[in-house]
């Protein structure tokens, strides 16, 4: 599927796992949604290193934060 967006998208996305979804928003977030996780942009720099896109490591993340 074709993303006029991209390149916008691309400007602002924090994500450093190689896909074919970079830049999709669309589809980074239906994919990502299949997994039960969420997409890169929820995370810190940090905490997006890690690859782990599950919901509880988000709410560790955040948990971290009001600390």
């Known amino acids: 599927m074709a993303c006029d967006m991209k390149n ?3 400007k602002m996305c924090n994500c450093t796992y190689p896909c074919s979804r970079k ?3 669309c589809e980074c977030l239906s994919y990502h949604r ?3 996780e969420l ?3 929820y995370f810190d720099a940090e905490t997006e290193k890690t ?3 599950s919901v ?3 709410m560790k993340m955040l948990e971290r ?3």
Do not use: Q
């Open 8 to 10: 916008n998208n691309l």
């Open 23 to 25: 830049g999709k928003c």
């Open 34 to 36: 299949s997994m039960g």
């Open 39 to 41: 997409p890169a942009c």
């Open 51 to 53: 690859y782990d896109r």
């Open 56 to 58: 509880s490591n988000y």
């Open 65 to 67: 934060r009001r600390k």
